[in-house]
C-alpha cells in the first residue's frame, strides 16, 4: 500500500538526522536561546531581508495557530478566517476554547478575499458583538490552492483600512513559494503580514514550525504567550538545528519542488483520465473528482482521503504528495489512474 494521505507520513531528511546525530552529545542552552536557534533565524532572515523580525521555533501547527492568535487578540477579539480554514475545522475548537470566535466567512478558490473581510467587519459594529481584530489566512491553503502577490496586497490593504491584523499560517508555506502560481518571497510575506509561519513538519522536519513576526506590538512579550501555551520548548535547540539544516543550502525549497513536481505528474494523469478538479492543482495537494467505481479501484493500492461527495456517482478525493516520495510510487499511481478498469 502506497500512501499519498498526507506529507508527514516519514520521518525526516537524512541531513536533519544527521545534523541531530553529529551534536548528540553538546551541550545548548535551552528555550530556544542557543546557537543553533540563532543560527536557524539568522538563515531565515537572510531570505526575509529584514533583521527587525522575531523567530521563534514551536512544535507543531495548532500550537503555532493558537499562541499567534492568543497574542493578537484581547478577550472580547474575533479573527476572521475562511469556512474551509484550519483553525476553523481541523482544530478541534483550540481558538474558540481560549475565547476568541472565529469569524468563518465563504471564501473563494478556498481564499479569503476583501470581500470577506470587509462584510464581517461591517456586520460585527457594537460592543454587544465579537470585535474583528485579526485576519487568519493559509498559504497554501486547505484544498490546495495559492495566494497571489495582488490577493496579498489586497487582504493587507483592507486589514489597514479597519486596523486589523494579519497572520499567515504557512504550514504548507514550502509547497506554496515552489508553486507555479507563487509570486510572493519570503520577504514579501514579512513585509505584507504582521506574522507568519514557515512549516517545517510537512517539509522535511521531524516537528516543527518557525514564528515570524514582523509587528513589534506583537513581538512583545510573545515569549510570556509561549510559555502559557506550553509552546516554550527546555529543548529548544532540537527544533533550531532542523530549521537550521532546512535554510542552508536552500534544503527547504528544494524539498517542496520535489513535491510539486510529483504532484504535477498526478494532475497530468488526472487530466488524461478525464478528471475534473475541485480546484486548480499547482501544489502538492491534488482534489480529483473521481467516480466511485474507480475510486474502489485504487484503493486496493493505494491510501488516499475521501475529501468530500461530488454526487451520487462520484466523490472528491486528496492526493498529497511529500518531500520524500519517490518517482517510482508516483508512476505506480500515474498508471493506476490510466487504466479504465
Not at 536533519?16 to 543553533?36: T, W
Not at 514579512?190 to 514557515?198: E, N, P, Q
Not at 517545517?200 to 516543527?208: E, F, Q, S, W, Y
Not at 483520465?273 to 473521481?290: D, E, H, K, Y
Amino acid at each position: 500500500m502506497i500512501s499519498f494521505m498526507n506529507d508527514y507520513s516519514e520521518c525526516a531528511h537524512p541531513l536533519i538526522l544527521k545534523n541531530l546525530a553529529e551534536h548528540c552529545y553538546e551541550q545548548n542552552e535551552g528555550y530556544g536561546m542557543d546557537r543553533h536557534c540563532k543560527a536557524a533565524s539568522d538563515l531565515i532572515r537572510s531570505y526575509i531581508g529584514n533583521v527587525e523580525v522575531d523567530i521563534h521555533f514551536l512544535n507543531g501547527g495548532t500550537q503555532a495557530n493558537l499562541t499567534v492568535l492568543s497574542a493578537m487578540l484581547r478577550p472580547f477579539d474575533a479573527v476572521i478566517a475562511t469556512e474551509r480554514s484550519h483553525i476553523n475545522t481541523h482544530e478541534t475548537g483550540a481558538i474558540e476554547g481560549c475565547g476568541h470566535k472565529v469569524l468563518s466567512m465563504p471564501g473563494e478558490d478556498g481564499k479569503l478575499t476583501r470581500e470577506d473581510i470587509r462584510e464581517a467587519v461591517q456586520f460585527h459594529t457594537t460592543e454587544h458583538m465579537v470585535h474583528p481584530a485579526a485576519v487568519y489566512i493559509s498559504d497554501t491553503t486547505e484544498i490546495g490552492s495559492v495566494y497571489t502577490k495582488q490577493e496579498l496586497t489586497a487582504i493587507r490593504e483592507v486589514c489597514n483600512e479597519y486596523g486589523l491584523l494579519l497572520f499567515l499560517d504557512g504550514a504548507r508555506l514550502g509547497s506554496a513559494l515552489a508553486s507555479s502560481a507563487n509570486d510572493l518571497t519570503l520577504r514579501d510575506l514579512a513585509w505584507l503580514t504582521d506574522v507568519f509561519t514557515i512549516g517545517g513538519t510537512k517539509n522535511g522536519a521531524l516537528a516543527g514550525e518557525a514564528v515570524v513576526i514582523s509587528n513589534s506590538l506583537i513581538q512583545k512579550d510573545f515569549r510570556f504567550y509561549m510559555k502559557h501555551h506550553g509552546a516554550l520548548n527546555a529543548k529548544g535547540f532540537i527544533l533550531g538545528m532542523q530549521f537550521e539544516t532546512l535554510f542552508r543550502d536552500r534544503l527547504y525549497f528544494q524539498l517542496a519542488e520535489h513535491a510539486n513536481e510529483l504532484a504535477e505528474q498526478i494532475k497530468d494523469a488526472c487530466v488524461s483520465a478525464g478528471f475534473p478538479f475541485l480546484t486548480r492543482p499547482v501544489s502538492n495537494q491534488i482534489f480529483p473528482v473521481v467516480d466511485n467505481e474507480t475510486i474502489k479501484r485504487l484503493q486496493k493500492d493505494f491510501a488516499f482521503e475521501i475529501w468530500e461527495p461530488a454526487d451520487d456517482s462520484h466523490q472528491i478525493i486528496r492526493f498529497v504528495t511529500s518531500w520524500a516520495m519517490r518517482e517510482e510510487q508516483v508512476q505506480k499511481l500515474v498508471e493506476a489512474i490510466r487504466r479504465k478498469n
